[in-house]
């Protein structure tokens, strides 16, 4: 893997710590779901399943197909799920953000918590 | 029992879903329309409008999103390169042959040469209709040599081959940097014939510049592109 393969965008990190916390039930849907209500990001589905694949190709992410729903016009469900790689990913990018947070301090306005 | 209404808001908006079936890579197709539908028939409850504006705005984003990587994509540099080579190099060939061998020609023909506006020559019919001609009648080769351009055509592809050596270039840049240094001569001399009136004896030189330039860099361009293509995708394997 390339040098700049190795490092985690900032989308590609929330996108493989959605696939965390959601566990086994992460598809689609849920994963676009759980990014607009954590962090009030409104991703678009095509965005998402770019950055899913390109995760896939880079060997931090693989899918499998789930169960087909009526709800959803009798298509299967993709559930992803994040691999060993990945998780040294993403270890190694909140590594590097602590790292670099060390020292700074950032004023709060008044009225934020 | 349910409204017409009710039973045709369940369905997703048409348009959006066919442009959907038509845009997205048939791998993700089926799911992403199913996320879709799925988040839409949730929404469905709470307003049927705004879900229909959302699963629109959705639609629209997601072609967007595919049809930018689709223009990125090396499918279309291959077809682009290809069929830039197959059209220029057989066109800037006929025309080199008939520039060497045109006494007379019509004043539109000669007002576009005289401004450098050759890719307006090469769309009129008195063009094509003397172009056959020289083709045919042409048996001296010397008339493709042009030292200037042979020149420049070098230092273009030693440039990019040093740039290449310093860093790795992708099919993407070689394809870039090769099109900028075969246009620029074109530009150039196109800019400069209709800046400044020349007589044809200095224009014909310079159009000999401004076209052999760009032949000379095609093929190995595009040889170049292919070969980081082919080397790109065996990597990717």
């Not at chain 1, 931090?60 to 990945?86: C, H």
């Not at chain 2, 992403?32 to 539908?37: E, H, P, T």
């Not at chain 2, 099919?171 to 001569?185: E, I, K, V």
């Amino acid at each position: 893997m390339s040098e700049k393969e190795k490092f985690l965008g900032e989308f590609e990190q929330v996108v493989l710590l959605a696939l965390l916390r959601l566990g086994e039930g992460a598809y689609g849907a849920a994963i676009r779901q759980l990014l607009h209500d954590q962090i009030s990001r409104d991703v678009a589905i095509g965005a998402l399943y770019s950055t899913l694949e390109r995760l896939e190709k880079k060997g931090m992410v693989n899918s499998r197909l789930g169960e087909a729903t009526a709800e959803r016009g009798g298509r299967a469900k993709r559930y992803f799920k994040v691999t060993a790689s990945g998780q040294t990913a993403l270890k190694r990018a909140r590594n590097a953000m602590n790292n670099m947070w060390q020292g700074v301090s950032i004023k709060l306005g008044a009225g934020i918590a | 029992m349910k409204s017409h209404r009710q039973t045709q808001d369940q369905i997703p908006p048409k348009l959006s879903c066919a442009v959907l079936e038509i845009t997205l890579p048939a791998h993700i197709k089926d799911q992403v329309l199913g996320d879709l539908q799925e988040e839409y028939g949730k929404r469905l409850p709470d307003n049927a409008a705004a879900a229909r504006r959302w699963y629109r705005y959705q639609a629209l984003r997601t072609v967007v999103q595919y049809f930018s990587q689709f223009l990125g994509s090396d499918k279309l540099l291959k077809v682009a390169v290809i069929l830039a080579s197959f059209i220029l190099v057989p066109v800037i060939f006929v025309m080199v042959a008939w520039l060497s061998n045109v006494d007379d020609t019509t004043e539109r023909v000669l007002q576009y040469l005289l401004a450098g506006d050759m890719h307006k020559v090469a769309i009129t019919r008195e063009f094509w209709a003397y172009a056959v001609q020289s083709v045919s009648q042409q048996k001296d080769l010397f008339m493709y040599v042009n030292m200037p351009s042979v020149m420049w055509a070098s230092v273009s592809l030693f440039w990019i081959g040093y740039k290449n050596k310093k860093q790795l270039m992708t099919a993407h840049q070689l394809a870039l940097w090769g099109s900028a240094l075969m246009l620029l001569p074109y530009l150039l001399g196109t800019f400069y014939l209709s800046a400044f009136a020349m007589p044809p004896r200095v224009v014909g030189p310079i159009i000999a510049f401004m076209l052999l330039s760009l032949f000379y860099l095609l093929v190995p361009v595009t040889c170049w592109v292919m070969y980081r293509l082919r080397q790109g995708s065996a990597d990717a394997k």
